[in-house]
Nanobody, 118 residues
Framework: VQLQASGGGLVQPGGSLRLSCATS????????IGWFRQAPGKEREGVSC????????FYADSVKGRFTISRDDADDTVYLQMNSLKPEDTATYYC????????????WGQGTQVTVSS
């Protein structure tokens, strides 16, 4: 059972990236998947999540209208499309899987670095 996050990189302000969270050992209708980020010197914050039943999506106010979370049940992969990136989006991004969106006992993947800079 594991999560593998990828897709980070260096991008200029206004640019786009798509992060992937590949899962194994469970199916996406069993767990909620969330994206979190942590910038140096700051606490980890929730960015977006998609629920296990119904696939409802939620976003932090700071990314609404710019980020889109989606899932591919055939590939057991969750994506985070990030558009109109800002320097303040710079952080290490993590995906997590849990049975509920209180994230208790969540399984965490390794982080992928996103740097937004000119």
């Amino acid at each position: 059972v594991q999560l593998q996050a990828s897709g980070g990189g260096l991008v200029q302000p206004g640019g786009s990236l798509r992060l992937s969270c590949a899962t194994s050992g469970f199916t996406l209708d069993e767990v909620a998947i969330g994206w979190f980020r942590q910038a140096p010197g700051k606490e980890r914050e929730g960015v977006s999540c998609i629920t296990r039943i119904g696939g409802d999506t939620f976003y932090a106010d700071s990314v609404k209208g710019r980020f889109t979370i989606s899932r591919d049940d055939a590939d057991d992969t969750v994506y985070l499309q990030m558009n109109s990136l800002k320097p303040e989006d710079t952080a290490t991004y993590y995906c997590a899987a849990a049975y509920s969106t209180n994230w208790e006992g969540a399984l965490w993947g390794q982080g992928t670095q996103v740097t937004v800079s000119s």
